[in-house]
């Protein structure tokens, strides 16, 4: 016999609640599970589970110096991974989430190096991608690293994280194709305020946002 794949749950409005309460259970127990985002199938662990984090950067084959994204449902949950909140960080928070953008704050002393990839920061992104919302209302933030092994693309269906990393994690919440595209705009708030990955909202609305608020996008910003 082969290694035992991946439970596979459908996540509909009927059974959302149930598929909830097996995610936080697999989580609890140091579990990775799949879960769709706006543009993405991610992976998603419990942010400070040592055992889990291990797991996801033994799958990933990460690198070095790459920290691992924070998933949240509700902008109260922000305290728990930050030091602070820098005004750039609010007027964006205010402008874009939830939505397809990922901030990069000053990372909370608690959190541990295994998110943070011993930079001291970490993205953070409210989505607003229906499914993934809800979920992380109910079972609260995750990790969000893409469902791929570093170098290979990543999946928009549940089936392509099952034929790819089904012998790997334990739990993959199918909510249907995602969107795919682009991924989140991926901006640094911790000293001059820098666009690090271009994506789904674009330069020139977050730069009117700053501007609108005597705020401004570093020159050497992408």
């Known amino acids: 016999m082969g290694p035992a794949m991946a439970t596979v749950e459908r996540y509909m409005a009927s059974t959302a609640s149930v598929v909830a309460d097996l995610a936080r259970r ?5 579990g990775l599970i799949a879960l769709p985002t706006e543009s993405f199938y991610g992976l998603g662990v419990a942010p400070f589970d040592e055992q889990a ?17 924070i998933l949240i449902g509700d902008a109260s949950q922000l305290g728990l991974f930050v030091q602070c909140i820098p005004p750039a960080a ?23 190096d295994a998110v943070t990839a011993g930079t001291r920061s970490v993205g953070i992104r409210l989505s607003a991608w229906p499914p993934l919302h809800d979920l992380l ?4 933030p995750v ?9 290979m693309p990543p999946p928009t269906t549940a089936e392509e994280v099952q034929h790819s990393l089904g ?40 730069a009117a946002e700053l501007a609108a608020h005597s705020l401004y996008l570093d020159a050497d910003s992408r």
């Open 143 to 151: 990790t969000g690293t893409s469902a791929n092994r570093e170098g």
């Open 90 to 112: 609010t007027v964006l928070m205010n402008a874009f989430w939830p939505g397809p953008l990922t901030i990069v704050f000053p990372a909370a002393a608690r959190l541990s």
């Open 26 to 30: 697999v989580l609890g127990e140091s």
């Open 53 to 69: 984090l291990a797991r996801v950067w033994q799958l990933k084959g990460r690198s070095e110096g790459k920290p691992i994204l």
């Open 137 to 140: 209302l109910r079972v609260g």
């Open 167 to 206: 012998d790997a994690i334990d739990l993959i919440v199918d909510a249907g194709p995602t969107p795919g595209g682009r991924p989140s705009t991926v901006i640094d708030v911790r000293g001059p305020i820098r666009i690090i990955r271009t994506g789904s909202i674009e330069r020139g609305a977050i």
